[in-house]
C-alpha cells in the first residue's frame, strides 16, 4: 500500500481495495517499526489519524470526498496544530499545545487528510542538515550515517522512506527543495505569498513559504491544489486566483526554452551531479525543449545577502520568545531582566542563537546601512538577474545542491561551510520566485536532486515539467532497500 | 571584521539572551566567520540601486478596523507560564 503514489491510493480507496483505516494502521505499523532509525517524527497522533481516517471511510462512501480523503500525511512541526504540541524543534516550544490550527492545516483537513504527526526538523527552521533539532537528528533512508538535508528533514526523510504518502515542508532558503534533494523526493516552493503563512512559526518573514513534499509532480499538484489561496489572515498572502494544478500536468514540451545559468554549474559543483543533472537535461531535450545557456552575474551575492536578510528577520520575528506568554520559561528568575535573558538563552539552541545575534548586530544602532540596506539593494540586483532571464526562457534548470548527502556531524561545526550548502537554493528566495527539486540519477546509490526555477505564480508549469519527466524516467519510483 | 569577547556579550544583552561562558570565544569566532562571508556584498556597486522591500513589490494590505476575532484569553492563558486573574505574571518590576 505504501509504495502507491496519492492518486494510486485515492483510486484504490474508491474501488475498495483498502480503506482509510488500513491504509492509516498500515502507515502507523511503519513509523513505530521503521522510525526509531530515522527519528523523521518529533510526535506521532495515532488515535486522532484513526478517528480522521473513520470519517474519510464515511465520506468515501457517500461520495463527499476530494482527491486528498483518507491519504495519511504528515505535517513539518512549524504548522501549528490545534490541541497537538508544536515545537518547531525547539526546546522553547517543547511544551506548547498550539491553540489554533495554521490556514494550511485546516485548509488540508477540510480536504479530508488524514495527518499522522509532526516532523522533525531544524530548529525553528533553521539549518540544512536537520541536526540543530532539539530533538535529535534525523537520518537520511538511503544512508543512516548521512544528514537527510533541512529544514524540512524530518518530512523528506518519512517521505520517502514510505511513512507517509506526502509531507508539508517550509522553504526559507531552500528547506523544501533541498532535503527533497537528499532524500530523493519531489518537494516544490510556491511563490512568495501563494499559501498562507497563518499558523506556520515564522523565520524570516519576507522569504517563507509553505508547499508540498511528495513522491511526484502529480501528487504535489494535488497538495498544492488544498494548500494554495488567498487568507485575509495573512497579509502577506497574495490575492491571485488558484489555477487547476493538475489540468495541464501533461501539455507537451515542445519548444520549451529552458536556461541554464553558467554559474549554477561552476566551482564546488560535484562533477557527478553534474552529470546527473546533463543527463535530466538530455531527457528533456528528446521531449523537444531547447536549451539556452543563461547568465546570472550576480549569484555570488546569494549567500551573503541571506545571512544578513533572514537573520535579521529572525532576530526580530523570535522576540516573541520571552518566557512570558508561552513556550519555555526557566527556573526562579531573580527579575525581568533575567527570566528574559534565561528563558531564551537556555530555550534557544546554538544555531538559533548565532542567527538571532547576527541580525541583532546588523540591526544595531550605526551598522543599518551598512548591512540590512545594503542586502536589500543586493537583493534587488539578484531578483533582476531573473527577471532578465525569464525574458529569454520558460523555465531554468539546475542542481538543487552541490553535493549528494553528507555524513552527520561532517559540516555541523562550521556554520559558513553549511551555509553554503544552499548556494543554488537561496536566491529563489530572495526573488519570491517558485522553485522545485525532483530526484534524477542518483550518484553512488545516493540521490540527486534537480532544480527547477520557474517565473511569478508559474507554479502549474512547474509542475508540468517535473511530471513530463516523471512520464520517462522512474527515479522517483526507486525506494531505499531497507525501507521498501 | 572582528568581534571579541565583549562585543559578543554586548549583542547578547541587546538580544536578551544569556550565554554559557564556556561559549562565548567559540559564538566570537563563528559570528567573525559569517560577518566575514557577509563583507563580499561590500565587492557590490549598489548606489543606484533601490531596496528591495517585498519580493513581488506588493504595498501592505490593510483591513477595516473592526473586530473580527472572539475573545481567546482563557485558551491562550492555559499554556501560559504563570498566571492569575487573566493576568500574565512575571517578577516584580516595581518595587
Same mark, same amino acid.
Given at each position: 500500500?505504501?509504495?502507491?503514489?496519492?492518486?494510486?491510493?485515492?483510486?484504490?480507496?474508491?474501488?475498495?481495495?483498502?480503506?482509510?483505516?488500513?491504509?492509516?494502521?498500515?502507515?502507523?505499523?511503519?513509523?513505530?517499526?521503521?522510525?526509531?532509525?530515522?527519528?523523521?517524527?518529533?510526535?506521532?497522533?495515532?488515535?486522532?489519524?484513526? /478517528? @480522521? #481516517?473513520?470519517?474519510? !471511510?464515511?465520506?468515501?462512501?457517500?461520495?463527499?470526498?476530494? $482527491? +486528498?480523503? %483518507? &491519504?495519511?500525511?504528515?505535517?513539518?512541526?512549524?504548522?501549528?496544530?490545534?490541541?497537538?504540541?508544536?515545537?518547531?524543534?525547539?526546546?522553547?516550544?517543547?511544551?506548547?499545545?498550539?491553540?489554533?490550527?495554521?490556514?494550511?492545516?485546516?485548509?488540508?483537513?477540510?480536504?479530508?487528510?488524514?495527518?499522522?504527526?509532526?516532523?522533525?526538523?531544524?530548529?525553528?527552521?533553521?539549518?540544512?542538515?536537520?541536526?540543530?533539532?532539539?530533538?535529535?537528528?534525523?537520518?537520511?533512508?538511503?544512508?543512516?550515517?548521512?544528514?537527510?538535508?533541512?529544514?524540512?528533514?524530518?518530512?523528506?526523510?518519512?517521505?520517502?522512506?514510505?511513512?507517509? /504518502? @506526502? #509531507?508539508?515542508?517550509? !522553504?526559507?532558503?531552500?528547506?523544501?527543495?533541498?532535503?527533497? $534533494? +537528499?532524500? %530523493? &523526493?519531489?518537494?516544490?516552493?510556491?511563490?512568495?505569498?501563494?499559501?498562507?503563512?497563518?499558523?506556520?512559526?515564522?523565520?524570516?518573514?519576507?522569504?517563507?513559504?509553505?508547499?508540498?513534499?511528495?513522491?511526484?509532480?502529480?501528487?504535489?499538484?494535488?497538495?498544492?491544489?488544498?494548500?494554495?489561496?488567498?487568507?485575509?489572515?495573512?497579509?502577506?498572502?497574495?490575492?491571485?486566483?488558484?489555477?487547476?494544478?493538475?489540468?495541464?500536468?501533461?501539455?507537451?514540451?515542445?519548444?520549451?526554452?529552458?536556461?541554464?545559468?553558467?554559474?549554477?554549474?561552476?566551482?564546488?559543483?560535484?562533477?557527478?551531479?553534474?552529470?546527473?543533472?546533463? /543527463? @535530466?537535461?538530455?531527457?528533456?531535450?528528446?521531449?523537444?525543449?531547447?536549451?539556452?545557456?543563461?547568465? +546570472?552575474?550576480?549569484?555570488?551575492?546569494?549567500?551573503?545577502?541571506?545571512?544578513?536578510?533572514?537573520?535579521?528577520?529572525?532576530?526580530?520575528?523570535?522576540?516573541?520568545?520571552?518566557?512570558?506568554?508561552?513556550?519555555?520559561?526557566?527556573?526562579?528568575?531573580?527579575?525581568?531582566?533575567?527570566?528574559?535573558?534565561?528563558?531564551?538563552?537556555?530555550?534557544?539552541?546554538?544555531?538559533?542563537?548565532?542567527?538571532?545575534?547576527?541580525?541583532?548586530?546588523?540591526?544595531?544602532?550605526?551598522?543599518?546601512?551598512?548591512?540590512?540596506?545594503?542586502?536589500?539593494?543586493?537583493?534587488?540586483?539578484?531578483?533582476?538577474?531573473?527577471?532578465?532571464?525569464?525574458?529569454?526562457?520558460?523555465?531554468?534548470?539546475?542542481?538543487?545542491?552541490?553535493?549528494?548527502?553528507?555524513?552527520?556531524?561532517?559540516?555541523?561545526?562550521?556554520?559558513?561551510?553549511?551555509?553554503?550548502?544552499?548556494?543554488?537554493?537561496?536566491?529563489?528566495?530572495?526573488?519570491?520566485?517558485?522553485?522545485?527539486?525532483?530526484?534524477?540519477?542518483?550518484?553512488?546509490?545516493?540521490?540527486?536532486?534537480?532544480?527547477?526555477?520557474?517565473?511569478?505564480?508559474?507554479?502549474?508549469?512547474?509542475?508540468?515539467?517535473?511530471?513530463?519527466?516523471?512520464?520517462?524516467?522512474?527515479?522517483?519510483?526507486?525506494?531505499?532497500?531497507?525501507?521498501? | 571584521?572582528?568581534?571579541?569577547?565583549?562585543?559578543?556579550?554586548?549583542?547578547?544583552?541587546?538580544?536578551?539572551?544569556?550565554?554559557?561562558?564556556?561559549?562565548?570565544?567559540?559564538?566570537?569566532?563563528?559570528?567573525?566567520?559569517?560577518?566575514?562571508?557577509?563583507?563580499?556584498?561590500?565587492?557590490?556597486?549598489?548606489?543606484?540601486?533601490?531596496?528591495?522591500?517585498?519580493?513581488?513589490?506588493?504595498?501592505?494590505?490593510?483591513?477595516?478596523?473592526?473586530?473580527?476575532?472572539?475573545?481567546?484569553?482563557?485558551?491562550?492563558?492555559?499554556?501560559?507560564?504563570?498566571?492569575?486573574?487573566?493576568?500574565?505574571?512575571?517578577?516584580?518590576?516595581?518595587?
Amino acid at each position: 500500500m505504501h509504495r502507491k503514489t496519492i492518486t494510486e491510493m485515492s483510486a484504490s480507496l474508491r474501488a475498495g481495495e483498502f480503506t482509510s483505516v488500513e491504509l492509516t494502521r498500515h502507515f502507523l505499523e511503519r513509523i513505530e517499526r521503521l522510525d526509531p532509525e530515522l527519528n523523521s517524527f518529533v510526535t506521532v497522533t495515532a488515535e486522532a489519524a484513526l /478517528a @480522521a #481516517a473513520e470519517k474519510a !471511510d464515511q465520506a468515501l462512501q457517500s461520495g463527499a470526498a476530494s $482527491a +486528498l480523503t %483518507g &491519504i495519511p500525511i504528515v505535517q513539518k512541526d512549524i504548522f501549528c496544530t490545534r490541541g497537538v504540541r508544536t515545537s518547531c524543534g525547539s526546546r522553547m516550544l517543547d511544551n506548547f499545545i498550539s491553540p489554533y490550527d495554521a490556514t494550511v492545516t485546516e485548509r488540508l483537513l477540510q480536504a479530508g487528510v488524514v495527518s499522522l504527526g509532526k516532523t522533525n526538523m531544524d530548529e525553528f527552521a533553521m539549518g540544512s542538515s536537520n541536526e540543530t533539532s532539539f530533538y535529535g537528528p534525523v537520518r537520511n533512508p538511503w544512508d543512516t550515517k548521512r544528514v537527510p538535508g533541512g529544514s524540512s528533514g524530518g518530512s523528506a526523510a518519512a517521505v520517502a522512506a514510505r511513512l507517509a /504518502a @506526502a #509531507a508539508t515542508g517550509t !522553504d526559507t532558503g531552500g528547506s523544501i527543495r533541498q532535503p527533497a $534533494a +537528499l532524500c %530523493g &523526493i519531489t518537494g516544490l516552493k510556491p511563490t512568495y505569498g501563494r499559501v498562507s503563512r497563518f499558523g506556520m512559526i515564522a523565520f524570516a518573514s519576507s522569504l517563507d513559504q509553505a508547499g508540498p513534499m511528495t513522491r511526484c509532480a502529480e501528487d504535489a499538484a494535488l497538495m498544492l491544489q488544498a494548500m494554495a489561496g488567498f487568507d485575509e489572515r495573512d497579509s502577506t498572502c497574495a490575492d491571485e486566483p488558484v489555477p487547476d494544478y493538475s489540468a495541464g500536468l501533461n501539455d507537451s514540451l515542445d519548444g520549451l526554452r529552458i536556461g541554464l545559468p553558467k554559474e549554477y554549474f561552476g566551482e564546488g559543483l560535484d562533477p557527478a551531479v553534474a552529470a546527473s543533472i546533463q /543527463a @535530466a537535461i538530455d531527457v528533456y531535450k528528446g521531449l523537444g525543449a531547447e536549451v539556452v545557456e543563461i547568465s +546570472l552575474p550576480n549569484t555570488g551575492l546569494a549567500v551573503p545577502t541571506y545571512y544578513v536578510v533572514a537573520p535579521a528577520e529572525c532576530s526580530s520575528n523570535l522576540s516573541r520568545f520571552d518566557g512570558v506568554r508561552f513556550g519555555y520559561r526557566c527556573q526562579e528568575p531573580k527579575d525581568l531582566e533575567d527570566l528574559y535573558k534565561r528563558s531564551r538563552g537556555e530555550g534557544f539552541g546554538e544555531e538559533v542563537k548565532r542567527r538571532i545575534m547576527i541580525g541583532t548586530y546588523a540591526l544595531s544602532a550605526g551598522y543599518y546601512d551598512a548591512y540590512y540596506l545594503k542586502a536589500q539593494k543586493t537583493r534587488h540586483l539578484i531578483s533582476d538577474d531573473f527577471k532578465q532571464a525569464f525574458e529569454q526562457v520558460d523555465v531554468i534548470m539546475g542542481p538543487t545542491s552541490p553535493t549528494t548527502a553528507f555524513a552527520l556531524g561532517e559540516k555541523v561545526d562550521d556554520p559558513v561551510t553549511m551555509y553554503l550548502n544552499d548556494i543554488y537554493t537561496i536566491a529563489t528566495n530572495l526573488a519570491g520566485l517558485p522553485g522545485m527539486s525532483l530526484p534524477v540519477e542518483p550518484v553512488n546509490g545516493l540521490p540527486v536532486g534537480l532544480q527547477l526555477i520557474g517565473n511569478y505564480f508559474a507554479e502549474a508549469k512547474l509542475l508540468n515539467v517535473a511530471h513530463r519527466f516523471q512520464q520517462e524516467t522512474q527515479w522517483h519510483r526507486t525506494m531505499p532497500e531497507n525501507f521498501a | 571584521m572582528s568581534l571579541d569577547r565583549s562585543d559578543v556579550e554586548k549583542i547578547a544583552h541587546l538580544a536578551r539572551m544569556s550565554l554559557d561562558e564556556a561559549q562565548i570565544d567559540a559564538y566570537a569566532k563563528d559570528l567573525t566567520n559569517i560577518l566575514n562571508l557577509v563583507e563580499q556584498l561590500e565587492s557590490s556597486d549598489t548606489d543606484q540601486v533601490e531596496p528591495m522591500a517585498h519580493p513581488l513589490h506588493m504595498a501592505q494590505r490593510l483591513r477595516q478596523d473592526q473586530v473580527t476575532e472572539d475573545n481567546h484569553r482563557q485558551e491562550y492563558q492555559v499554556i501560559a507560564p504563570s498566571v492569575e486573574a487573566g493576568l500574565y505574571l512575571v517578577p516584580k518590576v516595581i518595587e
